[in-house]
């Protein structure tokens, strides 16, 4: 048995790039729009990489930003992530966190939780001196369906739960390469994620109650 993570809005109660930028003081009407296009890849209206392109660049931060922002999330863990990293069975090396957020801020939020490095997936940022100007789209994770593409060349033992928030999770079902879809409602509650779903849980407690009935 294997599980998956989303980390947005899953393993962390927020939106990453939400909080990036409110610290790099972008104005409310900034911020409003790259939520609204955050949420538009959620659903699966645009692309990933369209949603990200978007954002990182009205986000327009610097590398200084990230150990803010990188103590900002900290706080945001889910605190039913104990349920979790308590389930010695699984965690952490059944677990995995494979997210189209990025690696510089990920890393060391999950590896401070417990993950495994080598279980940790996401996307890179592209630099022009300290500036964040995009993101190395040659990573199979910054692709079309790249959740999906990062767990078909891991080639985990079945079954295989994913647990996400948004489309690019519930794709991982849809497309065959887990066997559960279990949609996370703690942050947020997107119907048309949820009505899609095999499982809904509200928080970590939940999930492992689940996982152990079906084992």
Do not use: W
Request: hydrophobic share 45%.
């Amino acid at each position: 048995m294997n599980i998956i993570l989303d980390f947005d809005s899953t393993l962390i109660q927020a939106e990453s790039l939400d909080i990036l930028a409110a610290i790099c003081n972008r104005s409310e009407a900034i911020q409003e729009e790259i939520k609204h296009i955050a949420n538009l890849g959620m659903v699966g209206e645009i692309s990933i990489q369209e949603s990200l392109s978007q954002r990182i660049k009205l986000i327009n931060a610097s590398t200084s930003d990230l150990n803010e922002l990188i103590v900002k999330l900290i706080s945001f863990i889910s605190p039913s992530i104990e349920a979790l990293t308590d389930f010695k069975s699984i965690f952490p090396k059944n677990c995995y966190l494979v997210s189209g957020g990025f690696l510089e801020y990920i890393m060391p939020v999950c590896k401070r939780i417990g993950f495994l490095e080598s279980n940790i997936f996401a996307n890179q940022f592209v630099l022009n001196d300290d500036n964040i100007i995009d993101f190395n789209r040659n990573l199979p994770i910054a692709q079309n369906m790249g959740k999906v593409k990062v767990l078909n060349e891991l080639k985990l033992s079945r079954p295989i739960y994913m647990i996400g928030d948004g489309y690019t999770d519930l794709e991982t079902k849809l497309q065959g390469s887990v066997d559960v879809f279990i949609a996370y409602t703690e942050t947020v509650y997107r119907n048309a994620i949820v009505n899609k779903a095999d499982e809904v849980c509200s928080d970590f407690y939940e999930i492992v109650k689940l996982i152990k009935d079906n084992d």
